[in-house]
Antibody
Framework: QLQLQESGPGLVKPSETLSLTCTVS??????????WGWIRQPPGKGLEWIGT???????YYNPSLKSRVTISVDTSKNQFSLKLSSVTAADTSVYYC????????????WGQGTLVTVSS | QSVLTQPPSVSAAPGQKVTISCSGS????????VSWYQQLPGTAPKLLIY???KRPSGIPDRFSGSKSGTSATLGITGLQTGDEADYYC???????????FGGGTKLTVL
């Protein structure tokens, strides 16, 4: 059974860089049928798509976040990562990693999510 | 403001049927796939419907999806109290080259 697990600091200071890693187990991140992505959800609000990466390194980003977002992949560790720079309180959210099915465009497996709070 | 538009809330009695709409444009729903997700309180979203009307293994056939033009609809029959959740539609936007979600609809089973 595929599992995804987010890890990283739960508290980040304003203007600093948020860094999260998603570890994939039970399946290979190099499977060409899938991409790997990040979605976030501010407390009490809806889902926001952040971006996705193919194992080759090809990325797609939300235009509203593109200038601050970097998603990378480490195939040797079966992990992919998110960096969001210059964070503000508005970036406080639960961050989810997910597997994106290329043929249907859906996210079929999700991590449990991790709350990241931006505060001094 | 979300690219896809959903009603904030819907409600119905146990055993009844409810539909949730998702309105988009030709750059997303009109020419791309549609997915639906269920988010129970305090949990991660779960895929309910993909490719407009397909159900992943384990999702009961009480859940169905359809699409017409630039809008999609999620249908739930035989409502149960356990169906109380937030429901989100999702699609790919070819103009943005990015994924997009609706704002979410809270389902209350009265």
């Amino acid at each position: 059974q595929l599992q995804l697990q987010e890890s990283g600091p739960g508290l980040v200071k304003p203007s600093e860089t948020l860094s999260l890693t998603c570890t994939v187990s039970g399946g290979s991140i190099t499977n060409s049928n899938y991409c790997w992505g990040w979605i976030r959800q501010p407390p009490g609000k809806g889902l926001e798509w952040i971006g996705t990466i193919f194992y080759s390194g090809r990325t797609y980003y939300n235009p509203s976040l593109k200038s601050r977002v970097t998603i990378s992949v480490d195939t040797s560790k079966n992990q992919f990562s998110l960096k969001l720079s210059s964070v503000t309180a508005a970036d406080t959210s639960v961050y989810y990693c997910a597997r994106h099915v290329r043929s249907s465009g859906s996210e079929d497996y999700w991590g449990q999510g991790t709350l990241v709070t931006v505060s001094s | 403001q979300s690219v896809l538009t959903q009603p904030p809330s819907v409600s119905a009695a146990p055993g009844q049927k409810v539909t949730i709409s998702c309105s988009g444009s030709s750059s997303n729903i009109g020419n791309n796939y549609v997915s639906w997700y269920q988010q129970l309180p305090g949990t991660a979203p779960k895929l309910l419907i993909y490719d407009i009307n397909k159900r992943p293994s384990g999702i009961p056939d009480r859940f169905s999806g359809s699409k017409s033009g630039t809008s999609a609809t999620l249908g739930i029959t035989g409502l149960q109290t356990g169906d109380e959740a937030d429901y989100y539609c999702g699609s790919w936007d070819s103009s943005l080259s990015a994924g997009v979600f609706g704002g979410g609809t809270k389902l209350t089973v009265l």
